[in-house]
Structures are given as C-alpha cells and as structure tokens.
C-alpha cells in the first residue's frame, strides 16, 4: 500500500509540474521566450501517463529530458555553479524516484509485469553522474583574478595614526597608514572588548577617534564617547531630537565631525564633536567633557531651518556628519523623497566651526548669490540635494559635493533647467566663498532615482607619466567616474553613449548618457539571467522578464500594459549599485576597492484612470504594498515653471508616492528573480584601469529562501550597506554584508586572509587607529541591535528582521592582535 501512496504521489508532483511548465511556457513562448519549457512541459506529462501505464519506457524518457536539460543548463548558465543548481537539482532528486523499490515494485504488478534491466537504469545513470560531474566541477571553480596591481615607492614619512573624519580624511579614502595588523599578523586578530550603547534603532555610525577618544553616533544623534582602549564609556550627549515623524532615516546617525581650535583660540571647545542633528540643527559640543559649547551659535547650536521653506520636520533633515573643511563647516541635509513639487531647499551653506556664524550658501537657483535670504523669503525650492557626505581637498579648497535630484523622481516633464542641469551631478565648491569652480553630470535628465549616493574619495592616480590629483564618483548605475579634481574632466576621457528612447507622454529624455572609462559593475541583465529556487518560480520570473520593458540601463519608466502588469525592469535598482557607504583606496598604490550590489528593482506607472478601474485586481495582481506612481498620460510636456506647493500640478498628476521594489520571485520565496551574485568586492587600479580581481561577498548562511536561515556556505553575494576600510597593511576589511561577518581582504590577491562572526548585520565600514598610550592598533565594527536584513519592508520602510533584539542596543567591538 505504501508503495502505490508514494507512485501515485509522484505521479501527481510531475502531472502538476508539467501542466505549469508546459501552460506558462507556452505563455513565455507567446513573449518571446525561451521554448525549453514548453517542450519540457509535455515530456513530463508523457512521463507522468507511461508510469502510469506502467511503461518501463518512462525511466528512458526520464533519462533523456535529464541529458537535454544538462547539456541546456550549461548552456545558459555559462558553467556557473549557482545558476547550474536551481536548473539541475529539482531534476536530479526526482530522478532518485525511478531507483526506489516502489517503481520497480509498480512494474512487476503490471498485467504484464517487466523490470528495470541494466539498459533502463543505465539511461538514467549517465546524465545523474554526469549532472554530479558538471556540478562539482563548477562548484569549484575560484574568482575573477588578473593581476596584483600598481606598486609605488612609499616615502619614509610618520604615519597618521588616528581616524579623525568619517573615511578618515577629508577626502574619504578610508585608507589607514596603520600596519601593524598586516598579511602576515591578521590571522592573529582576537576580539579584545566590546560595548553596548543602550540605544536601539538604527546604528550606521563610523566612529571617529582622537587622544584615546572613540566618538559613536547612535540613533537620534546621541553622541558617546569611550576610552580607545579599554571601550569605557567617558560621556553621552543626547541632542534631544524634536520630529513628529520618525522611521529609519529620521533616526539615522552616520557620524560626527571632529575639529581642533588653532593655538590662538580662548574659548571654552579647542577640541570639538559637530552633530548635523536629524532635526535640522548643528551642535557642537565639547570632545573631552561632552559639555555644550556655548560660543557656537546659541547655546551651542545652530537653527538650520532659516530660509529652507520647510513646512513639517518630516520634509528635511541631516543624515551625514558636517564636512570640516579648514575652518568652516559645510553641510547638505536629506529632503523628503515625495511626488510633489515646492519641497524643501536642497541648498548647501557653510558655516565658521568655530562661532556658527553663516560663511555662505550655493543655491544653484540664485548662481552668484552666496548670502542668506531677505526675511521672509527662501532659497530655491526643490532643487537636487545633498543629502550623502561630501568630501574636501585642502590644497584646491575645494568642496565635492554629490547632488540628488529634484522632485518626483520618476517623471521628470515639470523640472526647470536648473534642476536638469545639476540632478546627479558632482559639483566642485570653493570653500571660501561657495562660488562654483566646476561640475560633472553622471546622469542626464535623471527619472531613476539615480542620484549620487557616495562620498566622492579623493585619490592621486598615475597618467602618461603625470601624478594626476583625482577624485572617484561612485554612483547607483555601478559605475566609478574618475575625474581630474582640478577641473572636472575624466582622467581617461570617454564619449557619451546612445540612451533608450521613447518615454511616456509628457516625460523627456536625454538621447545620450555619459560612460566612465573604469570596469562597470551592471551587467545587462538577459532572459537567462532570471533564476530561481526550481523551474517553475524561474519560469515565473522569466515571463515577468519578458513583460516588463528592458532595453539595458536608462530604459524609461513605462504606463502598466492590461491588468496592469508590466512596466520597467531598472537594473541597477535605485538602491545601486554602489550607495551611501562609498568606496575605499590604496592611496599609495592607487588602487580603488570597491563593494557595488547587483540588484533590480521593478517600477509601474499607472494613470488616474488604470487605478480606478482596477482596485482589488491591481492589488492582486502587482500585491497589496506594489508601488506605483499615477501619470496622465494626456497631459502635454510642461513649461518649465517655478514649483507652486499649492497647485502643483497643473500640468502632471502624480498620485501617492512608492519607490521601486526589489525585483524578487512572486511565489513567496524570498530570493530575488534574477541569479547570483548580489554583490561583489572587486579591486580596480586606477592607474591602468584594469579590474585585478573580482568576487562574490557575503554567503548565505543569514539568508535563505522564504526568509529561513540557510546556513550554506555558497557566496551568493548579498546586499551591502558600508564601505570598506584599507590599510597600508595590505589588507581591505568589510563587515556590512548581510551575513553577520567581518572579514579581511588580501588587496592584491583577494584571498579571504581572516573573518568572525558577528552578533549582527553591521551598516558601516570598519574603522582602525593605533593607541597613542599603548602602540596598539584596533580594528573597530559597530552592529545595530536589533539588525536587519534585505528587503526592507515596501510600506513601513522598517527592516523585517529583529536579529539579536534584547534593548541594550547596539554594539562597539574592537579586534586587536593577540599580545
């Protein structure tokens, strides 16, 4: 009895199997697709009907459908182990069946009864070993490697041993001239101390350290300080943040800005923390006492609210630490991401670090105007901010400044020149005066939330013989534009390249985008290239491939066809690419590392009227959180006009605003719909261009399908938040990739020289310093509690995971070599 439960069982898994393979293959068939499925479908219900019948002839067939899906698999998986095993494997087990006792049981009960002989099980052996084979073989296969790069002679000099900006130094390299952990020593890297900050939420803080000082910023910008050494807490300072709307980015502190007085300074703060407080204020406090400083601004704060035409406090706030250019601080701030026009200033001021007193503004819709505005007016509304952290060069005096775009992001038919003009742009700001010195757009007409999300990182590259002073543009798309920081050209110029065309009505688009001359991280994604955890949500992600528009990067966002299905597949997704963590450089050698992820987003625009006719069949069919932006379609091309906020849209409807989502599997799995890797760490050099090595970063052993934590040990790439740190040591290390784990990188080689678990997903780049009081260098992670892994939930906005939560918040943990 047991024996015909399990063949009917089986009968029934295949049945089901080729009825959705053969239905939606002949569906992919009709897009276009690819004809395997269609084909397949109908050997495995003539499989199914010959068991059945109890046809010994169902093993051969069997056999054969797994030798031509062997043979279709490497081709399409180009002999790459994790697009191999989702075709192969659902395949592989149920092979296993036809070598059971209940089928060669089944047989003999037939009226004419038959057995397995030698020939049968041999069809079905062959392709079983050889699928064993082509697996192992690409299971083992290593990473891109090409060459170990540049080496330059490095002038005996003494080395800077502390971390006083957020990458480091002004510039962002995030390299440190620290070398006692090295190839060599790493190995011996122990956890020495960690702390708890008592603040849960968001912890994306890279601290700072000076004088045996370490400065953390958790959430809500509560600034403590702790002994270097021992990680004792010295101080706390809690700002006291006033929003009436809090999510993730309204508590998120990235870090703090740290500045020492000149000799002739009297005042009470010669060693000052600055706190762009989330709340649209600067506060300085003392760096030894944590006391406030009273001679800046009033009672150590400054109001930046002044002139920005904020009408509620969830519209604009300060996410990144304040630039300490010289003698000044300069700061941009975060403006809400909405669909309306008239938001907030996205103008960048400076102000004295020492009194707060107003230094200038660049407001790029008042050019030559660098004063604050007459009482009661404001600066330009809703224009392109700056809202990631800015950079500085000292000799130049220079300000690098990575804008945002203007509001909405998606539909671009009511911007002003100006806002074209400067959206994702890098712009070189002279620090004295706020007068522009010169800009570079990375995207033209930007509709894709593309906006620079990076640090600039200031980097001396070698060209034709010239030691060259650059600065490196990391961007969303998963390009790197290097260019000449003292003009704004491309260090290895390049020509634009031919953009998609054809946008919706009343939208616009450039018809050519610029290219960097750097190895690119955005690979066009094919039908191919959809996967999944078995044929059929692979077979599901390929016909949602084949509906949506895809002609590369830069397709424009598309109206949903009938039931609303369809619109554009953007690849990189608004999330990158490469993101708020930036990259790291070998500033000896010119080397660049970068961390970009590899992920696809799916974006539907949708008319009044498509919404209103569709309602619940809408939510069916795209999901109850699917976001979506409502266009009229007849709506003519704009003027260009100044933004109105109480009629903004004259000539546009733009309904309630979503932003892309993750461009994962429909079925409720939980991986994405297109294969691994997710991410990569890869090391460029700069003064040849050539890509030295590339892997995937991060396993899965935190991630899994339908949320499970797998525990595998496949480098799938997963998302990443921070950067990475290098040290003139020879090593990069990373520890925000989703998979609760720091590691150090052989720059030169790649090779994985050291690693630990950690008690969560970190959100920033590790730091490091040498102890002034023992010689001792410390690598530093911070680990939010609780952590979070990707996605993100479409609605809240809050991360669906609590790893960890036990409300002491999160952590400091400091590694060091064992004594």
């Not at 050019?367 to 509304?381: I, R, S």
Request: a negative charge; aromatic letters at 10%.
């Amino acid at each position: 009895m047991p024996s015909k439960i399990m063949l009917w069982f089986f009968v029934f898994v295949l049945s089901l199997t080729g009825l959705l393979l053969f239905s939606l293959g002949s569906y992919l068939a009709y897009l276009g697709g690819s004809l395997y499925y269609v084909f397949t479908g109908i050997a495995v219900i003539t499989i199914a009907v010959l068991i059945v019948r109890r046809k010994p002839v169902a093993a051969k067939l069997y056999g054969a459908l797994l030798s031509i899906t062997l043979v279709w698999s490497v081709y399409e998986a180009d002999g790459y182990f994790l697009a191999l095993l989702p075709r192969l494997a659902f395949w592989f087990v149920l092979a296993g069946f036809f070598f059971l006792p209940w089928y060669s049981k089944s047989l003999s009960e037939s009226k004419v009864a038959v057995k397995l002989d030698a020939g049968t099980r041999y069809w079905l052996a062959v392709p079983c070993a050889a699928t064993v084979v082509v697996l192992s073989i690409a299971a083992v296969q290593d990473y891109e490697y090409s060459g170990s790069g540049t080496v330059r002679e490095i002038l005996p000099s003494e080395p800077v041993t502390d971390w006083r900006h957020w990458g480091n130094d002004a510039g962002g390299s995030r390299f440190s001239e620290v070398d006692q952990i090295n190839t060599e020593t790493v190995g011996r890297l122990k956890e020495v101390w960690r702390f708890r900050t008592g603040v849960s939420e968001v912890f994306k803080s890279t601290p700072l350290q000076v004088d045996n000082h370490l400065y953390v910023c958790a959430a809500n910008n509560i600034v403590i300080a702790l002994d270097s050494d021992s990680g004792e807490e010295i101080w706390r300072f809690d700002p006291k943040i006033r929003l009436s709307i809090q999510n993730q980015y309204t508590k998120t502190c990235r870090g703090v800005g740290y500045h020492e007085a000149p000799e002739e300074y009297a005042g009470a703060c010669p060693k000052r923390i600055v706190i762009g407080a989330l709340d649209a204020r600067l506060v300085a406090v003392n760096a030894i006492t944590g006391e406030r400083c009273g001679d800046f601004g009033i009672n150590g704060e400054v109001d930046l609210t002044k002139g920005m035409g904020i009408t509620h406090d969830s519209q604009y706030s300060v996410t990144a630490p304040p630039l300490v250019a010289d003698d000044v601080l300069v700061v941009g701030g975060m403006v809400a991401d909405t669909q309306e026009l008239g938001m907030p200033s996205g103008v960048v001021r400076a102000y004295d670090v020492l009194t707060g007193e107003f230094a200038w503004a660049w407001d790029l819709g008042n050019p030559g105007e660098h004063g604050e505005p007459a009482e009661g007016e404001t600066y330009t509304l809703g224009t392109p901010n700056v809202w990631t952290v800015m950079s500085y060069d000292s000799e130049l005096d220079l300000v690098f400044a990575p804008t945002g775009n203007s509001p909405p992001d998606y539909f671009g038919g009511a911007r002003r020149p100006f806002d074209d003009a400067y959206s994702s742009t890098i712009v070189a700001i002279d620090a004295a005066t706020g007068a522009e010195r010169w800009k570079y757009q990375t995207v033209h007409h930007d509709i894709w939330d593309y906006d620079l999300p990076s640090q600039p990182v200031l980097v001396d590259v070698d060209r034709a013989g010239e030691r060259v002073p650059a600065v490196a543009v990391p961007t969303k798309m998963g390009d790197i534009f290097l260019l000449d920081r003292r003009d704004g050209t491309q260090v290895f110029p390049m020509d634009e390249r031919p953009a998609p065309q054809a946008p919706e009505l009343g939208e616009y688009l450039s018809p050519t985008q610029p290219v960097s001359a750097l190895p690119d991280f955005h690979p066009y994604r094919h039908e191919k290239d959809m996967w999944g955890l078995t044929p059929i949500d692979q077979l599901v992600c390929r016909i949602e491939y084949k509906m949506m528009r895809y002609d590369g990067m830069y397709t424009p966002p598309t109206i949903a066809g009938p039931l609303l299905t369809g619109g554009t597949l953007i690849a990189p997704g608004n999330f990158g690419g490469f993101n708020w963590g930036s990259v790291s450089v070998d500033a000896d050698n010119g080397l660049l590392i970068a961390t970009p992820m590899l992920l696809a987003h799916r974006l539907v625009l949708f008319t009044p009227e498509q919404v209103a006719k569709a309602g619940p069949v809408a939510r069916f069919l795209l999901g109850p959180r699917h976001p979506a932006i409502r266009m009229d379609p007849d709506a003519p091309i704009p003027e260009p006009r100044d933004p109105d906020p109480n009629d903004p849209y004259d000539h546009v409807r733009i309904g309630y605003y979503g932003m892309p989502q993750p461009f994962m599997s429909r079925l409720g799995t939980g991986v994405p719909c297109f294969e691994p890797p997710w991410s990569r760490i890869a090391v460029i050099d700069l003064n040849t261009r050539e890509l030295l090595w590339s892997r995937p970063l991060g396993s899965m052993k935190e991630a899994g399908p339908f949320g499970i934590r797998s525990g595998l040990p496949f480098d799938v790439g997963v998302a990443v938040q921070g950067s990475t740190l290098t040290t003139r040591g020879g090593l990069t290390f990373m520890a925000s990739a989703m998979d609760s784990t720091v590691r150090a990188f052989n720059v030169r080689s790649g090779e994985v020289m050291w690693s630990a678990d950690l008690p969560g997903n970190s959100q920033s780049q590790p730091m490091t310093y040498q102890s002034k009081k023992t010689g001792r260098q410390y690598l530093i992670v911070t680990v939010p509690n609780p952590s979070w892994r990707y996605p993100r939930d479409p609605v809240s906005g809050t991360y669906v995971d609590s790893q960890g939560a036990d409300g002491k918040g999160g952590y400091v943990i400091a590694y060091a070599l064992e004594e």
